[in-house]
């Protein structure tokens, strides 16, 4: 699951960099308007994600977040095994793929402690996502995965984890989506900090 993560000072110069290597025009138009303070991205906050756009790359800001059926719920999280079977993920796994980038990612074991997950010697991991539009809004969601060892000791979902040189083809490349989705991500880094906090339910799907 992924229910809170972070970004930083690396984070952004590594997404405007990343943009800048793809497409110089775009990141002049998109990437460069893009402040960042370092700081914890919550459910229902604005976030900068990366998207496709022509033959490049663009960056975007988005809330993160489904509305509920019920109205009251905020639903962040889709899971890959049947992302393609809800109405409410489908086409946006099958048109309108995201990444988003982070400096890494917690999560909280039984004793409530606090775990950051991130990618040893890399500024910046890279989670697959899709979005929809909802009223005047993009909105997304993070798509989670199946824990692999790095991640079991805490808890069994995590977040789909893209390589720097997937991005383009997850964004762009329609018959490789499935592949993706059954993708095991690499090994992840972890380290402990004891916050005690109290974790809100969070709905999976």
Known sequence: MCGRYYVDDDTAREIEKLV???DEKMRQTSAA???LQAKDIHPSELAPVITAEGDGL????????????????LIFNARCESALEKRMFREGVESRRIVVP???FYEWNKNKEKNIFYRKGQPVLFMAGLYNRYQDEDRFVILTTAANDSMKPVHDRMPLVLE???IYKWLNEDQMVETFLQKMP???E????FEQISIAESRLF
């Open 164 to 166: 720097r040189d997937e």
């Open 33 to 35: 308007g893009i402040h």
């Open 190 to 193: 972890r380290r402990v900090e």
């Open 186 to 188: 690499a090994l992840l």
């Open 20 to 22: 800048r290597q793809v």
């Open 102 to 104: 982070a400096a890494g």
């Open 58 to 73: 663009c960056c975007r800001w988005q809330k993160w977040g489904f509305p509920g059926f019920s109205g009251k719920q």
